[in-house]
């Protein structure tokens, strides 16, 4: 019965601090692993994550606290991952148990750099986890919004509707509300790309471009990413739902997107060394916008503002002499 599975979250950034608090709504006891040593122990203390979220306290009682990436797998059936897709890689590399058996959700909202594949592509090819056991948690949804325990919406995606609903059902509350979609490819390439539109936006508004031209660049991301996830995943999905056009606007228009306060500080003249330095929490705009331009570059679609930004943070190109090209090619 899924009143007795078992779920740990891996990460301690501030989505995986909101995703431990949905589940502390709803269970008696969340695994959390925690890659900081300081930050475990100042939780234990205090009751609550010194870097993120430091707002949200936790009872105690209700987390199994570790350190070690391996305890946390073999204490929880339902894995959910919340760390930068950057490090991905290096934490798997620490695994000396099996993830055989386990259901993992991806919260991470970016591409794995060492295979250039989404998360839930990376377990199934690297670690043989069956797509009926994996799944995408989306948004729109901020971790800073969860904190405030504001209304938000997530979309849980998988194969297995069951496993979806089960997650949706862990997570839920009274300022969260869930829906469940089979879309597990499109859902979370849509997570990946429209934090490169974000970047996007933050480059335009560093720029000084308005109100208007955002709105018409988000109107173009839009009809891009249907583009670019119709070529790599073609099936029936409504791009206006809130998994993709919703998380899109969000992310584009939001003060708590890390993403786009990135694209302003690179719009502003920061190089993208000394905005990767001045901000505490990860861009992942910045690591998907190389990999989905060369994905982008096998399937031939058509995507602007993916190739705008890229050439910006990858190949030095003056923002301002790229928009003014990229400007020309919206409509």
């Not at 405030?148 to 009274?174: C, F, G, Q």
Request: aromatic share 10%; glycine share 6%.
């Amino acid at each position: 019965m899924d009143k007795d599975l078992k779920f740990a979250v891996i990460g301690g950034g501030s989505w995986a601090t909101a995703i431990v608090k949905m589940l502390t709504e709803n269970l008696n006891e969340v695994g959390w692993y925690m890659r900081s040593v300081y930050a475990l122990e100042h939780l234990k203390r205090q009751q609550h994550n010194p870097n993120y979220l430091s707002s949200v306290e936790f009872k105690l009682n209700q987390l199994k606290l570790t350190n070690d990436i391996n305890e946390a797998i073999e204490y929880a059936d339902y894995l959910i991952f919340a760390i930068p897709s950057a490090f991905l890689h290096t934490e798997l590399q620490k695994l000396t148990t099996s993830l055989e058996g386990k259901v993992i959700f991806s919260a991470i909202k970016g591409i794995v750099p060492e295979t250039g594949l989404i998360v839930g592509e990376h377990f199934h090819d690297k670690y043989n986890i069956p797509f009926n056991d994996i799944g995408v948690i989306t948004g729109p949804c901020h971790a800073e919004e969860v904190a405030l325990e504001r209304l938000s919406y997530l979309t849980i995606a998988s194969n297995d509707e069951e496993k979806a609903k089960i997650v949706a059902k862990k997570l839920s509350s009274e300022y969260i509300k869930c829906k469940v979609s089979d879309d597990i490819i499109g859902t979370e390439y849509a997570a990946v790309l429209k934090n490169i539109y974000s970047v996007a936006a933050g480059i335009a508004h560093g720029l000084g471009y308005g109100d208007n031209f955002q709105s018409v660049l988000m109107s173009n991301a839009i009809r891009e990413m249907k583009r670019f996830i119709k070529k790599v995943h073609k099936m029936k999905r409504n791009i206006n739902n809130s998994a993709y056009l919703g998380d899109l606007l969000v992310t584009g228009y939001s003060v708590f997107s890390r993403n786009r306060m990135f694209g302003n500080m690179i719009g502003k003249g920061y190089t993208v060394k000394s905005a990767q330095m001045e901000m505490n929490m990860v861009a992942e705009g910045y690591y998907a916008a190389k990999t989905a331009y060369e994905l982008d570059a096998n399937k031939n679609t058509r995507t602007p503002i993916i190739d705008a930004v890229h050439g910006i943070l990858y190949e030095n190109k003056n923002p301002k002499k790229v928009f003014k090209k990229l400007a020309e090619k919206l409509d």
